[in-house]
């Protein structure tokens, strides 16, 4: 039987028309996954990394890959991968009238029916997608019906369909990523160009390339799903809280042979909830070291993990190159974190920033306010402790985002059906909402009070970890005080300093980045800093 071909776009993250940029660390990893097994298998897969391009570009190359193809394939996350998935598939189908396509991914696994009533894809793949969509290959191989593929929705008489339920499996059964069908060198070159450090998600440099170095990163995934319940969360339902790690042998195998490939000097795990199994933490510490495999690292982690790991395993951690641990706090108060479905008593998240502060490994802890019928005092306290914890651990950066309606998730349920929220009606204005952490999507959800207290701490924190400028003078002892007492009334000195710096400038960052702190909350650009390498983190 003829072999396929088979085109899979992964789409731009940020809108770079707009003349964002993400960071070339990212590769396209879903797409990757997903075409290992076809690969194999001996079918032709073209992988388009749509981030590689400007907007017009990447669509001319997918257009012209899809000349002579079978199936076509994109994902999402959220924000404007949707929007961009979208748009390309549509092109694909007013082209290529009989093209299979298919959608995939977080997003399209909780609303199929928005991707579905369009007339543009004859299946969603939901949840975890490999085997999935290897079967999906196959059927269009066959001619076999859809229905009979388990892991699909489908369009039949004007509703969603869906197929035999299919449940997680463990890497057994999975493919390593197919990295061969892409070339790192524009990864490389992208990430070595002046100025890459302001991209959109980019790491802080790691301590080996000094302050302010480039460095070459590479995203890996090495786990699927969290077995965590997060009521703010669309994984409860897509992965069913099931957790299927990649023993760790065979990652160090993988990534033993990328380093040898490839070169690089920072690996970002991407996976949900890295640090489930302390075993499987043990195992690869002592693997990189039995190999001397060396690289920086940065994974996610969950504080109450954190909180059980024998100082043993968070020492070796550290030596063996962990340097950015990206940690959920989600809250203050014990009936919200009660709520949210976090085991993380009172204390908890202070007691873990401080074990990673103590190691010298830098903290990105993120909290959420506004969540549907938060109250003023709740989400107070959350400023407040991210404020606190700052103040006893320098070294962490406290993030408070806006709550996102995420589909799939309890709580936008709660929002639809309880307050009122009112959810963009196609894929087009999903794709210009829910932009990952930093804007604010529902409007009116935080009072005014909550904004001015939000947009102070971020202002002060930035001075108090050196992003306004590397001198460290009285706006930064004020900042100090500031962040230890929660003191905000009557910030006069930070009118002061603007208007000095707009007349010496006072500052060290270009003009467009001093107004990330002078608006910090509001713009949809929130930074904060890494305090050992004094550099911007975007995030």
């Not at 997918?62 to 002579?68: R, S, T």
């Not at 793949?125 to 066959?142: I, K, M, N, P």
């Not at 000094?210 to 699927?224: A, D, M, V």
């Not at 479905?341 to 204390?347: F, L, N, R, S, V």
Request: aromatic residues 10%; glycine residues 8%; hydrophobic residues 40%.
């Amino acid at each position: 039987m003829a072999k396929l071909k088979i085109v899979l776009y992964q789409p731009q993250q940020v809108n770079q028309d707009l003349g964002q940029f993400t960071s070339y660390d990212m590769l396209p990893l879903e797409m990757l996954h997903i075409a290992a097994i076809p690969d194999a298998e001996g079918h032709e897969v073209v992988v388009i990394d749509a981030s590689l391009y400007s907007h017009e570009e990447a669509h001319r190359r997918a257009l012209e890959a899809c000349v002579g193809a079978h199936i076509f394939g994109t994902t999402a996350i959220l924000g404007f991968m949707v929007a961009d998935g979208h748009r390309i598939a549509e092109k694909v189908r007013a082209r290529f009238p009989r093209m299979r396509v298919i959608a995939g991914g977080w997003f399209a696994s909780c609303l199929p029916e928005a991707y579905l009533r369009t007339g543009v894809y004859d299946a969603v793949c939901l949840g975890q997608g490999e085997l999935t969509f290897r079967d999906y290959v196959h059927a269009v191989e066959s001619g076999a019906d859809l229905e009979g593929v388990a892991g699909l929705a489908l369009w039949r008489d004007g509703k969603v369909f869906l197929t035999a339920h299919r449940p997680v499996v463990g890497w057994e059964q999975l493919r390593n990523a197919a990295w061969h069908l892409m070339d790192i060198a524009p990864y490389r070159e992208r990430q070595m160009r002046p100025g890459a450090r302001e991209a959109r998600n980019r790491m802080p440099s790691p301590p080996s390339a000094g302050r302010n170095g480039n460095y070459c990163g590479i995203s890996y995934f090495s786990s699927f799903g969290c077995p965590e319940p997060c009521s703010f969360c669309c994984s409860p339902l897509v992965t069913n809280r099931r957790w299927k790690a990649m023993p760790a042998d065979r990652m160090l195998d993988d990534l033993a042979d990328l380093k040898a490939r490839w070169g690089f000097d920072v690996v970002r795990f991407q996976d949900a909830n890295w640090g489930v199994a302390e075993k499987r933490i043990g195992e690869f510490c002592e693997g990189l070291q039995a190999r001397d495999l060396r690289f920086e690292w940065s994974t996610t982690f969950e504080v109450n993990n954190l909180l059980r790991y024998k100082p043993a395993t968070l020492d070796l951690m550290r030596d063996t190159g962990l340097y950015v641990a990206c940690v959920g706090a989600e809250t203050a108060l014990p009936d919200m974190m009660e709520r949210v479905g976090k085991p993380i008593g009172e204390g908890d998240t202070l007691a873990a920033a401080r074990l990673l502060h103590e190691r010298d490994v830098v903290t990105s802890l993120t909290y959420i306010i506004g969540y549907p019928g938060e109250t003023e005092e709740s989400m107070l306290a959350t400023l407040d402790q991210a404020r606190t914890i700052l103040h006893h651990c320098p070294s962490v950066s406290a993030h408070v985002y806006p709550f996102r309606p995420i589909p799939g998730s309890q709580e936008y349920e709660l929002a639809v059906k309880e307050h009122d929220y009112q959810p963009p009606k196609d894929l087009e204005a999903w794709g210009h909402q829910l932009e990952y952490h930093v804007m604010e999507t529902w409007k009116d959800n935080i009072p005014a009070s909550v904004h001015r207290r939000w947009r102070l701490y971020y202002q002060y924190a930035s001075f108090v970890h050196g992003l306004v400028r590397p001198k460290r003078g009285l706006i930064e002892r004020i900042a100090e005080w500031r962040i230890r007492t929660g003191e905000y009334r009557m910030p006069l000195e930070l009118k002061a300093f603007y208007l000095m710096d707009k007349v010496f400038g006072w500052g060290s960052h270009k003009e467009d980045e001093k107004q990330t702190w002078i608006m910090a909350s509001e713009n949809e650009r929130v930074t904060m800093v890494d305090s050992a390498s004094r550099e911007p983190v975007q995030v």
